[in-house]
């Protein structure tokens, strides 16, 4: 993770680069060569309609016919209509030839951004030969409204639907809504739902911030008369926890609507008072336990123009909430599947049960017709009691269910909109007459996130251990980073965030998610620097324990490592500091030792001030590596040697030289000090045998860690060249393992190593015990960000081909482009395949057979690699070398398929 400077890489890097250097680039265009830029993105978002950020970034991704290609420059034009960009002309910004290799992060310089405004973007590149792309496509952003002078709406509630009419004189030419809650809201136009966004707005702590989204709603808009509606909901607004009271007592609605008319004129309409409220068909609503829905007080027409709402009262205006007003810039909750359900049983009489086949977050459409006033319940779970009854022990307090009441006339659908259920099993009560497969689908709900990543292995277990956390992954995405989806928790648990986050960026684009939630975490910081478990806080503690709270630094690096994001370093320096601070004052003889639950969850015991302490270590280094990144040598100094002190307190408080154990001796209190290569240099070998003699003899080739140590012990492992017996690790069957997991039916990760399913804590779908995905990435599949050129710019491709795994096909859709690493072993031959996104460079390690003693290796049908030497003059390759036993070439961008061969 934190590796020393690599002088030979970087040369190499730089003398590609320095090809581009001084060159008088001209002009000329290409249909060979570069090919123009493609998915123009803006704060990691694509065609955002509403951000708030006032120099915002634009990333591109360069293609190009040749191989070892790099961008030597770059022209980006922002025009305030698509017209003018047609035209090649940037209004707002020209950023001319702008000699630069940045092809993410590159800052917006032009003119100051205007509210409630869109513009347009394209960008074409030279490249290293000094030949120019095509533009790219036109992009677009949308600036929301970028001071809280802009906003006129008030905070409004009263009841839970909301309407207002309007009359316009004119053809809709543009129109933006601007919308948030104090809770969900679902809006509404000339009854059709705004957007598709569920669950909005993103759980924040609301007194402090409260995130809005922007929606086109141009076309939802028509001369003449419109009626808006919304519904609204409590959510985590109105719902408190074990610890923390709920912020407010009514939810509330905000809404700014913006059109300009044909007639060039400008309409503002606002949340105040002259709209009018109703209590709607939502009878009750809450996120753990589930909404109660009667069909029999719906108001047909109620969110369409000429409703007679004659008998609803004027809304109230509300307090709301004081807090900042922020554009919502992350991919939204979403209904992003559905799911049909695999099977039916009735095992009782009116007592039906449906298996999805898949536990999952989310909910259920009903579709039933009877009589009036008929209750059908819906009761969620995620296992079964041997009689085929649900059993929902584990869901704790959670109701977890919804009633639905018919109106009774005719087919009647519903699903809830201010709740969501985490389950496999839905248990229907009170269906009138009997119901079939079709009477319900499965709805998967979570934050939208893009795939990019896939990872596949010839071992089926690696895939099925791979499935079940991306479900764990994804079905935990609510906006926040949730711990679970089902019981009375789903919160934003830091230790489960933090070792789950690197996997999660592997797989999904998490860039604008994990921004947002860093975010969070610094709305939660106190003066003193102290920042909490949970985030937002609803359970567990303040000061959080220190393998919580590293979430904030750590999340802080990996969006800095995958991402090349200097801003969040900058914008959380000060944060970071008062963080380091804070636990500075809490370790006078520079070891932290307070804890609340260390390596959680696992089978032998590690101390947690051993943990903390790590985590002390680690988040002091990381700060020294974050001000040197920023040009802040004295802090890099400072914090450099702070880490050092850290570093031997530990040793003398927690290390044993005779034994060469730490603490316990356990998996984890070996393996966390040396993945940051803590040890002392004459004992480090010591603790790797003891480590690996721990997992090989005294648990037979068993994990023993919780989910903070389970983080590090395969990477360590394959870091001190045992990734055989981590792989062993990963293929295990019995318990504890993954695969005991996946055994006894999981589909999802489960909280614990133990199969439980009483009423403990035991959740069946907690991705936290995923950490082994980025393992998978890493190590197997071997693509790796190098520390000291992050966000892809340099790559190390490093594959484990480890026992009886003939094949493995990675790849991670960088901010770069796509990087694949796909591999298959023969005995005596191996042939790896990789894709190097142009403006990157990689160094491709292939590893020897053991076995091996003269090795080839040729690239398509040319020698890279013989007698022990480079072969030059294959395209794209500039360098290779041997040493672990391992060839490792220097390669530009392209695709390259290589074959080692040995005898
Ligand atoms: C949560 C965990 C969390 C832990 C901390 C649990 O209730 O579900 O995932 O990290 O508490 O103690």
Same mark, same amino acid.
């Given at each position: 993770m934190l590796r020393s400077y690599s002088i030979l890489r970087f040369l190499v890097f730089a003398a590609l680069l320095a090809l581009t250097v001084g060159?008088?680039?001209?002009?000329?265009?290409?249909?060979?060569?570069?090919?123009?830029?493609?998915?123009?993105?803006?704060?990691?978002?694509?065609?955002?309609?509403?951000?708030? &950020?006032? $120099?915002?970034?634009?990333?591109?991704?360069?293609?190009?016919?040749?191989? %070892?290609?790099?961008?030597?420059?770059?022209?980006?034009?922002?025009?305030?209509?698509?017209?003018?960009?047609?035209?090649?002309?940037?209004?707002?910004?020209?950023?001319?030839?702008?000699?630069s290799d940045d092809s993410t992060q590159v800052v917006y310089k032009g003119k100051p951004l205007e509210s409630d405004h869109s513009y347009w973007w394209k960008v074409r590149y030279w490249d290293k030969d000094g030949k120019a792309s095509d533009y790219s496509r036109p992009a677009s952003f949308g600036v929301a409204l970028l001071s809280s002078d802009d906003w006129k709406g008030k905070w409004i509630g009263g009841a839970n639907l909301l309407r207002k009419e309007i009359t316009l004189n004119n053809k809709v030419v543009r129109a933006r809504v601007y919308v948030t809650a104090l809770g969900y809201y679902e809006l509404r136009i000339n009854g059709e739902k705004v957007g598709c966004n569920d669950l909005d707005p993103a759980w924040t702590t609301y007194p402090v911030r409260v995130l809005y989204s922007t929606y086109d709603i141009t076309s939802q808009l028509r001369a003449g008369k419109n009626a808006f509606g919304a519904m609204i909901g409590g959510g985590w607004a109105l719902l408190g926890a074990r610890d923390v009271p709920a912020p407010y007592k009514q939810s509330a609605l905000l809404l700014q609507v913006n059109i300009e008319l044909a007639d060039g004129k400008t309409v503002q309409i606002a949340s105040d008072s002259s709209w009018k409220v109703t209590q709607g068909p939502v009878v009750s609503d809450s996120v753990w336990d589930g909404e109660v829905y009667d069909a029999r007080r719906e108001l047909p027409g109620w969110d369409s123009p000429g409703f007679d709402d004659s008998a609803w009262s004027a809304a109230k205006i509300l307090e709301g909430s004081k807090g900042i007003l922020s554009a919502e810039m992350m991919p939204p909750i979403q209904?992003?599947?559905?799911?049909?359900?695999?099977?039916?049983?009735?095992?009782?009489?009116?007592?039906?049960?449906?298996?999805?086949?898949?536990?999952?977050?989310?909910?259920?459409?009903?579709?039933?017709?009877?009589?009036?006033?008929?209750?059908?319940?819906?009761?969620?779970?995620?296992?079964?009691?041997? =009689?085929?009854?649900?059993?929902?022990?584990?869901?704790?307090?959670?109701?977890?269910?919804?009633?639905?009441?018919?109106?009774?006339?005719?087919?009647?659908? @519903?699903?809830?909109?201010?709740?969501?259920?985490?389950?496999?099993?839905?248990?229907?009560?009170?269906?009138?007459?009997?119901?079939?497969?079709?009477?319900?689908?499965?709805?998967?709900?979570?934050?939208?996130?893009?795939?990019?990543?896939?990872?596949? !292995?010839?071992?089926?277990?690696?895939?099925?251990?791979?499935?079940?956390?991306?479900?764990?992954?994804?079905?935990?995405?609510?906006?926040?980073?949730?711990?679970?989806?089902?019981?009375?928790? *789903?919160?934003?648990?830091?230790?489960?965030?933090?070792?789950?986050? #690197?996997?999660?960026?592997?797989?999904?684009?998490?860039?604008?998610?994990?921004?947002?939630?860093?975010?969070?975490? *610094?709305?939660?910081?106190?003066?003193?620097?102290?920042i909490t478990d949970t985030v937002p806080l609803r359970y567990g503690s303040r000061p959080a324990d220190p393998a919580w709270g590293t979430a904030y630094p750590l999340i802080c690096w990996y969006l800095y490592q995958q991402n090349g994001d200097r801003r969040?370093?900058?914008?959380?320096?000060?944060?970071? +500091? +008062?963080?380091? #601070?804070?636990?500075?004052?809490? !370790?006078?003889?520079? &070891?932290?030792?307070?804890?609340?639950?260390?390596?959680?969850?696992?089978?032998?015991?590690?101390?947690? %001030?051993?943990?903390?302490?790590?985590?002390?270590? @680690?988040?002091?280094?990381?700060?020294? $590596?974050?001000?040197?990144?920023?040009?802040?040598?004295?802090? %890099?100094?400072?914090?450099?040697?702070? %880490?050092?002190?850290?570093?031997?307190?530990?040793?003398?408080?927690?290390?044993?030289?005779?034994?060469?154990?730490?603490t316990t001796g356990t998996q984890t209190a070996n393996a966390l000090p040396l993945f940051l290569d803590m040890a002392p240099k004459d004992r480090r070998g010591k603790v790797v045998s003891n480590l690996v003699n721990n997992v090989l003899y005294e648990h037979d080739t068993h994990v023993t860690t919780g989910f903070i140590g389970i983080r590090y012990l395969m990477p360590v492992l394959t870091q001190f060249q045992h990734s055989d017996l981590a792989y062993d690790l990963a293929v295990q069957t019995t318990f504890p393992s993954w695969g005991y997991m996946l055994a006894n039916g999981a589909t999802t990760l489960w909280e614990l190593w133990q199969n439980k399913t009483g009423p403990a804590m035991n959740s069946h779908n907690h991705h936290m015990m995923g950490s082994v995905d980025a393992w998978f990435y890493e190590a197997l599949g071997g693509i790796n960000v190098d520390?000291?050129?992050?966000?892809?710019?340099?790559?190390?491709?490093?594959?484990?081909?480890?026992?009886?795994?003939?094949?493995?096909?990675?790849?991670?859709? =960088?901010?770069? /482009?796509? &990087?694949?690493?796909?591999?298959?072993?023969?005995?005596?031959?191996?042939?790896?395949?990789?894709?190097?996104?142009?403006?990157?460079?990689?160094?491709?390690?292939?590893?020897?057979?053991?076995?091996?003693?003269?090795?080839?290796?040729?690239?398509?049908?040319?020698?890279?690699?013989?007698? /022990?030497?480079?072969?030059?003059?294959?395209?794209?390759?500039?360098?290779?070398?041997?040493?672990?036993?391992?060839?490792?070439?220097?390669?530009?961008?392209?695709?390259?398929?290589?074959?080692?061969?040995?005898?």
């Open positions: 060159l008088t680039i001209p002009s000329v265009q290409a249909a060979e060569g570069p090919l123009a830029p493609v998915n123009l993105r803006c704060e990691y978002l694509n065609n955002p309609l509403g951000i708030d &950020v006032r $120099q915002p970034r634009f990333t591109w991704i360069l293609r190009h016919t040749e191989r %070892a290609q790099l961008q030597s420059a770059y022209q980006v034009l922002v025009a305030s209509t698509l017209e003018l960009l047609a035209q090649n002309k940037g209004d707002q910004w020209d950023s001319s030839q702008a000699a209904d992003v599947d559905s799911m049909v359900p695999v099977a039916l049983t009735c095992p009782r009489p009116g007592v039906y049960v449906y298996d999805m086949g898949q536990n999952s977050s989310g909910w259920v459409d009903l579709h039933v017709s009877g009589p009036r006033g008929t209750q059908v319940q819906l009761r969620f779970a995620e296992l079964l009691y041997d =009689t085929g009854m649900i059993n929902r022990e584990n869901i704790r307090g959670a109701k977890s269910r919804d009633i639905y009441i018919l109106r009774g006339d005719g087919e009647e659908n @519903y699903h809830p909109r201010f709740t969501y259920h985490g389950f496999r099993y839905v248990e229907v009560t009170g269906f009138p007459g009997t119901p079939s497969l079709d009477s319900l689908r499965g709805h998967v709900v979570h934050t939208a996130v893009n795939t990019t990543g896939s990872f596949v !292995a010839s071992k089926t277990l690696l895939n099925q251990i791979h499935k079940i956390t991306r479900w764990s992954d994804l079905t935990n995405l609510m906006s926040v980073p949730t711990d679970c989806d089902q019981r009375n928790e *789903r919160m934003g648990w830091m230790g489960d965030s933090q070792t789950s986050a #690197e996997g999660m960026m592997l797989n999904f684009d998490m860039a604008a998610f994990f921004t947002n939630f860093v975010r969070d975490i *610094r709305d939660v910081q106190d003066p003193d620097g102290t969040i370093l900058e914008e959380n320096y000060d944060g970071l +500091k +008062k963080y380091l #601070e804070f636990l500075h004052s809490r !370790a006078p003889d520079d &070891v932290l030792r307070f804890s609340h639950y260390g390596d959680w969850v696992s089978t032998e015991k590690t101390p947690g %001030a051993e943990v903390s302490d790590f985590y002390y270590y @680690y988040d002091t280094l990381l700060l020294s $590596q974050m001000a040197a990144v920023l040009g802040n040598s004295a802090d %890099a100094a400072s914090y450099a040697q702070r %880490a050092e002190q850290i570093k031997d307190a530990f040793n003398k408080a927690f290390f044993d030289p005779e034994t060469g154990n730490y520390p000291d050129l992050p966000g892809y710019r340099h790559i190390r491709i490093e594959p484990q081909m480890v026992r009886d795994l003939t094949s493995v096909s990675a790849t991670v859709g =960088t901010v770069r /482009g796509e &990087v694949t690493s796909s591999w298959t072993h023969e005995p005596g031959v191996i042939r790896l395949q990789v894709d190097v996104p142009v403006n990157s460079a990689a160094s491709v390690s292939i590893p020897e057979d053991n076995e091996m003693t003269e090795v080839t290796v040729h690239e398509g049908n040319r020698t890279v690699w013989e007698n /022990g030497h480079f072969v030059e003059g294959t395209p794209g390759i500039v360098a290779g070398k041997m040493g672990n036993r391992r060839v490792s070439l220097e390669v530009g961008s392209g695709h390259y398929d290589f074959r080692l061969n040995g005898e």
